[in-house]
Nanobody, 123 residues
Framework: VQLQASGGGLVQAGASLRLTCAASGRTFSSYAVGWFRQAPGKEREFVAGITGGGRSTYYLDAVKGRFTISRDNAKNTVYLQMNDLKPEDTAVYYC?????????????????WGQGTQVTVSS
């Protein structure tokens, strides 16, 4: 399985970005996908997750109401729409997929990871 994350950039506070995670090599709709982020000096944390079929989504409390995760299984792609970005959202964002359709917030549950995309939000 290969995952390719893209869409990061440098933006000002209040701006929006949409991250894309393109997958290849497996039946995408059968697997949950999570977005994680890691800021300098901090541990990687769960940001958002979506079940295989896309019916259920889960979010870190700090991003609820601002971020939206979605997927297009026909395109083997998952998106993370990020609105009203804040400086504390600055991090490298990773997408990951795990065996099974259910979302899990633990990093160790995800088997395949993309390379990460940098998001920098200036104040």
């Amino acid at each position: 399985v290969q995952l390719q994350a893209s869409g990061g950039g440098l933006v000002q506070a209040g701006a929006s970005l949409r991250l894309t995670c393109a997958a290849s090599g497996r039946t995408f709709s059968s697997y949950a996908v999570g977005w994680f982020r890691q800021a300098p000096g901090k541990e990687r944390e769960f940001v958002a997750g979506i079940t295989g079929g896309g019916r259920s989504t889960y979010y870190l409390d700090a991003v609820k109401g601002r971020f939206t995760i979605s997927r297009d299984n026909a395109k083997n792609t998952v998106y993370l729409q990020m609105n009203d970005l804040k400086p504390e959202d600055t991090a490298v964002y990773y997408c990951a997929t795990r065996t099974g359709t259910l979302v899990n917030r633990f990093i160790s549950e995800y088997e395949y990871w993309g390379q990460g995309t940098q998001v920098t939000v200036s104040s």
